[in-house]
Structure formats: C-alpha cells, structure tokens
C-alpha cells in the first residue's frame, strides 16, 4: 500500500540488507527468525565477513569505498531487483537517513524498513526540524532563529546568558560547533564556525543555542506503525561520550524515574507523531540538572545503542521494524511496556585508549567472545578480519544484563575480561576502567565526562610480571624449535626428547 | 637460559634452567605452561594461578594479551640484553626522533616547519583515518628537521612524516 505521505508498506519475503558489520549480522537475525529470506551486498573488503556467509544471497557492489559500494544508490536497487528482494532495511550509518534513498525505494516499489522520506528530510534539517517540533508543542534548547547577523546573534547572547554555543546549520558530529563562554570570544567563534561549516559542508550558515551545562544526554526509543500507533520503550542514558561519539549506554538512566519517563515518552511520541513518523525512531534529549529536558534530534533508523532497550523491555525492535513495515499493527500497547532490570552497553572500537583513542588498524588474529548468563554480544569481528580504514572503527558491542545496575556492571567486567581480540588494539581497557570508576559506579556523569575528567593514566596494570614469563616461554619455546629445524643434527635430542624435557620444566 | 624480558619500564631476569626449572628474578615458580593447538592462546599455571592469554610475536616484540589488557613484552636473551646495553651508553645516540603514521590515512594539517621548536606532546601533524581526526604529537622536545608531508596527501602505514631533532633543542 502506498500511503499518502509516499511511504509503502506492503508484505514482503525477501529482505535486502544494505549494510556490514554486526548491524547487518543484527538485521539477519531477525529476519531470518521471521522467515524472511535475505539478501547481502559487499564490497571487496567484505567478501569474508559473516553478513556475507550468514545471508541466502550475496552480491558484490564494488570496491571497498563506501562512496563506490555501500552508499551507491544505484547498485543497491540493481541488486533488489536482480534478486528479486521487495524491501530494504537500510542498518545505520550509510543511507539510513538520507531522504533521497527513502524515497528511490518507494519510486522502484522497494518497501524501505524505515520512516517516509519527509520525516527523514524534516528531521534531518537542524532547524527545520526545530521549528516542526516546537509546534507540536516539545521543548528545545533555547536558541537563535537562521539568518541572523553577528550583531543580532550577539545580543541574543547576552539576552539568554552564556556559555552559548555556535552551531553550524548544515553541521554534524560535532563540526562547526564551538562552546563561548565570553561576549568578547563570540566574534572569533562566528568565523571559526563558518570556516570548518564551509569547509566540511560546503555552507557557512551558523546559529546560537544556550549551552546547557552538566547535561545529560538521554533518548527515547519509539516504535510507531503504519495505523497512526506510536509508544515509547522507556530511555536510554547516552551521557559517556567522547568528541560526540557514544561509548557506552545504559538503560534504563540512573537519573529517571517513572514520572519523568512518562513526561520525556510522551513529548517523544508528540515529536514523532509531528512528522508523520513511522518505523523505530529515537528522539535525542538533553537533560539538565534540574531535569528540565531539550529536544536535541531525532534519529530516523535503528540505533547502534537499541539492545540495551530490548534486554530491558524484551521487546526485539527490529523484528518490529520488519513487522511494522510489512503493515502490520503494533501488538503491544503502551501499558504493555515495562522496564525490568538494567542493561548496559559497551561499544568495542579498534582504537587505543592509551594513546589518544588513536585508531588502530590490522587483521584480526585471536578473536574470542565473552558468553554466560546475561551476556550478548553483537560483532562482526572474525579472525582473518582486516580492519581497514575505509570502516567505522567500531567492530563490535557487549551488552550485558542484571537485575540491577549493580549486577549489570559485574557482569560487564567479567565479559570484559573475558573477551579477547588480537590484532587490533580495542578501547576494551577503556571501558574495564570506566567499570572501576567510582563516578560511573555512583552514576556521576554527564557529557563532558570522558573528555574532560576521566583519565586512563590512573589504571594500574598488575599482571607485568605473567606477560613477561609468558613471552619469555613463548619466546624460548620457539627458539627451541628454530633450533632444531635449522640444526637438527647438532643436538643430541629428538623432538620427542625435548618435548619430554619441556614436561619436565613444567614440574 | 636466561632472558630478559621488558614491560613498560619494568625488567624481569627470567631463568628457564632443564635442572632448576624456572625461576622469575632468582625467586624459583612453579610453572605449567600450555599452547592450546597451533593458535596463540595459551594457557599457564603459575604457582597454581591460572592466567589464559594471548601471546603473539611482533616484529620486536610479544604481544600478550590478559583480561582486557595488551602488554608490549620486549624478551631478550641475556647476551644480547648485554650488547644492546653497551651500546646505547656509547655516544652515538643520534637524537633524532621520526613521527611516522600510525595507519594510512589523508593529512589534514601540519602545525610546524623547519626550524619549529616543540616540546614533548606537542601537536605535528593532524591525520584523518576511519572518518576522524587523529592527532600525532611530538614523541620529545626538538626542533624539526624535516616536514614530508602537506595537507592533503594521502599517506600509508609506518611512512615518516615530519623529523625532530633533539641535540639541536639541547643547543639552543
């Protein structure tokens, strides 16, 4: 059926995944779990990676640029309609939210596993999406119209109080943002933000917002079908992030009672409900300290973060996607929605955290997963795994699961310690840290946490001593070896013989 | 035998000796150590602690890994412990240290020139990888003796990106 609002929603069998890594390894799962039949697409680099082996199908898109294989438009359509898949469920990152994608599905009469094109466009508009949601009644950060001159912006300054910040309009990902704390240091954050805007987007139109200091970032995970139903899954915390990029999430927040969760869900679902929304969608909240809350964006797709809500609600959001872009109803109702337990998330990044969280790039040469009662893990990792850096750097996620956030946070130091990946260094040290911290233990954080008071520089390293013996034994082991290949002969041993003496060292 | 093996800053003398077994910095362990298959798990018993981990051969030195953490394992034997020993009293330490890129990846800035003093930490080149950018700091106080790249060239792995002198910087 093809809506109005240009959205098509239609029973589908065949499902094409336009994504890698663990999200699509994510997708297939559910759908697979529906009885789905599914099809992956990869790019050079991915041939051997689990989407590719897990999927019915496969089709190669090209080279390992994601400009030239996973965000071509065209070779994704082409490979629907070469075989024969009637939806596309887009994962994250990529082509989840660009309008024009939406909307090349519903032209070619491909279901696409995602909201109508509109929403992803308002939503997608910083200041479009403002306005649209201011009027349907949701609070936001108070901020400046667009097109404002510096003399303007400057008065709204003083008018709404510093610290302010400089926003781009076109910018992202904390580009072409710049906190000013002083009316003297606005004109040089005016021109330092149009220079990166135009630089990174090619527009140099900047906006003020107050800053809201000590804030928390907190998000509320929606589900909304075909048939004008929309419900919340209670909040995710989101606060531990470092240069705009989240690490770990929990759900539900140390800082939400069931009051304010009920108030943040239903101005969400007034937010999704302004655009029509359909699909699973996230409306991005800052919280301050005094627990006023701020519309900050709203995100059209699946979230990275989204099993932390699912442990918690027991709810499978993308077999829900799946149903609800079939045209199917909601099953559940919104007194249906409880939150038991704690659940908490750790993204595993190649990246290493005692030097600057610099990427790190390498194959993939040991890789074993933690497992238990309470544990998932959700990775694309294998071994023979490049990790190139044409990708994100996040190769996997741990999310475990207690009764309490207390039992939660056992839980992920036991898994963390348990999971080991070689070849690549891993922030999992970051996290093992972050689990020791007495602020993170009392849930004292807000968004300037990792950056501006967490240092891995105190994490005591005890087991020196067990690395050193055992590259030593490894070390003299192979010597050993390289002895007698190069020079079997010159001992008066066999291998066997050795061997039998190595057992004895070990007495 | 007797190796010496490097953690950080810290020196173990490990002795593994067929008649007295193997003792860490003279102290006798009782060890059971075992490689599971042909991969690099491996498996040791020391004093009964049990400790699994990881253990790979770089190009100068062990990977090993254990609950979470990577350690950097410098293991030599005590002859060539000696060597390298006498050396590096002698003077002919060249003070110059290289920053090289750490992966491949688009060089967005770099910060110095020729002649720059900088001290120990500060930013040299800013490098774009895996969609962020990355910032290489200078590894000790100098001067820079040589700048390789521009912003805007494309770089691969260990390739060397700017010179820095330290013996200049004493001079001066």
Redesign the interface.
Known sequence: MLREDGLLVKKFDKLLIANRGEIALRILRAAHELGISTVAVFSDADRNAPHVRYADEAYHIGPPAARDSYLVIEKLLDVAKRSGAEAIHPGYGFLAERAGFAQACADAGIVFVGPPARAIEIMGDKLMARATVTAAGVPVVPGTPIGQSDEEMTAAAIQMGFPVLVKAAAGGGGKGMRPVHRVEDLPDAFAAARRESKAAFGDDTVYLEKLITEARHIEIQLLADSHGNTIYLGERECSLQR?HQKLIEEAPSFVVDADLRRRMGEVAVAAARSVNYVNSGTIEFLLDRDKNFYFLEMNTRLQVEHPVTELVTGVDIVQEQLRIARGRRLRLRQEDIQIKGWAIECRIN?EDPYN?Y????GTI??A?LPAGPGVRVDSGVYVGNEIT?Y???MISKLICYGETRGEAVLRMRRA??E????GV?TN??F??HMMDSHRFLSGQFDTNFVEERFSMDDRE?D????????????????SQRAAQIVAPGARDTSNWKWLS?WE???? | MKYIATVKDREYTIEIDPDRGILIDDVPQEIDFQRLGQSGFLSLLMNHRSVSAVVEEKNDHWDVLIQGELYNVQVQDERVYRLERMRSTGATVDGQAIVTSPMPGIIVAVPVAVGDIVKRGDKVVVLESMKMENELRAPCDGVITHVNVTAGANVEKDQELVGISQEVAEAS
């Open positions: 240069r190649a600057n610099m990427p790190s790039t040469t040991a074993h850096p990708y994100d750097s963390l310690e999971y080991r990946i070689m260094k999992i040290p996290h093992q390293i087991r020196a001593m067990e690395a050193a013996l055992l590259a030593t034994l490894a070390a003299h082991e192979q003496r004895r060292l070990r007495r």
